[in-house]
């Protein structure tokens, strides 16, 4: 059990949508994939039975394609797409990167954000109007040959139907995929250092998601604006970073992946305490993945490892 880097655009690409996405960190609740995507899922429809999919769009622009309709996708996205879902990824060029997590159990938005009817309030880091679900229906009434990829118990089965899968002609409930842009995220700030739920955007009951955005620092006149050391008890922590310069942390590039396992501390790097004093504010945008179960690291993960991390605070 160490800290861990892991640098995540060395994940080579792939053609195929299923086959690009390598796993790197998972437990018994949730799987946190990379995937580098370089053609658009065609010739089959895919379904996860197993599990709720939030696949995060780093880079690419596209269109998910479901048996509900359409939703355009684009940097910075959180793609929200419920079991049982028949999808599709369309994407425009070759250049995709994606960090998915396949959770068993359902994603919702943080409970204390909604009222007793389910609204999210007004202290709510985004709202209703934020979430978009599918749009541009489309209904094909065709007969042929069409492949499903159906995972379930962690097993592909194919199945071939007689009929087009989107073949829907209307639908009601509230089970939908729907897409959040992460920089329509408001970030909550304060006088004081202001701990990690803030950021928090989405929860199952074994891990939550949090968006960490760009904010004005803490803004007490002696204000230390890095964060302080801990040592999450209940929790193995994973950051994904998107975008900006990190305020915490040294050598941060786009695509880097850090797991703080629960039970070791951690911190700011040497410095940048120091350094943060006097900031104003910062551009960093990155992914949290906190689970309350230990993750296991892949050998994918391993093969992408920066060595030494762990003794990175000695430099
Ligand atoms: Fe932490």
Known sequence: ???LSLKGFQIKPEDDFLDSRKAILVNSDVSLELAAPRKSLKDYYYKNADCDEVIFVHKGTGKLRT???NIPFEYGDYLVIPR???YQMEFDTEENRLFIVESKHPIYTPKRYRNWFGQLLEHSP???RDLHGPSDLETHDELGDFEIRVKKQDMMHVYLYASHPFDVVGWDGYNFPYKFSIHDFEPITGRVHQPPPVHQTFETGAFVICSFCP???DYHPKSIPAPYNHS????????YYVDGEFMSRKNVEPGLISLHPAGIPHGPHPGTMEKSIGEKETLELAVMV??????MVTKAALDIEAPGYYKSWLE
């Open 290 to 295: 906190d689970t309350f179960k230990p993750l």
């Open 126 to 128: 985004f709202c209703e």
């Open 84 to 86: 049982g879902m028949i």
């Open 67 to 69: 048996i509900l309709g």
């Open 215 to 217: 904010r004005l620092y």
């Open 1 to 3: 059990m160490k800290a």
């Open 232 to 239: 999450n008890i209940d929790s193995d922590e994973v950051l």
